[in-house]
């Protein structure tokens, strides 16, 4: 079990970046697979990046490619996802998620894959 904390959403205009940070305690931060998925109002939450245990494997949904890139430093138990060139349709509480990965290499991309999960984080883009 691991407890995690999202933090760095804002009001922003259209065009502008943000950087979402995910603080990690409990189990040691490097025998996990990360993600992040995020939901608007009266949608389900849905994917948006996904890193393996060891860091050497991504991929992202086809509306964020090429401008967010998920990252990660076990030093400091943190994952991070950086958010550049930002849209209105990318308005939505951002969460951050966790899995335990024995085996080392694999991307999870489904909510049911997922079991620690932080308490969110609002971004919200204006035209």
């Known amino acids: 079990q691991v407890h995690l904390v999202e933090s760095g959403g804002g009001l922003v205009q259209a065009g502008d970046s943000l950087r979402l940070s995910c603080a990690a305690s409990?189990?040691?931060?490097?025998?996990?697979?990360l993600g992040w998925f995020r939901q608007a109002p009266g949608k389900e939450r849905n994917f948006v990046a996904a890193?393996?245990?060891?860091?050497?494997?991504?991929l992202y949904a086809d509306s964020v490619k090429g401008r967010f890139t998920i990252s990660r430093d076990n030093s400091k138990s943190t994952a991070y996802l950086q958010m550049n060139t930002l849209k209105p349709e990318d308005t939505a509480v951002y969460y951050c998620?966790?899995?335990?990965?024995?085996?080392?290499?694999?991307?999870?991309?489904?909510?049911?894959?997922?079991?620690?999960w932080g308490q969110g984080t609002q971004v919200t883009v204006s035209s």
């Open positions: 890193m393996s245990r060891g860091g050497g494997s991504t």
């Open positions: 409990g189990r040691p931060f490097s025998s996990y697979a």
């Open positions: 998620a966790a899995a335990e990965d024995r085996k080392g290499g694999v991307v999870l991309t489904a909510t049911y894959e997922y079991d620690n």
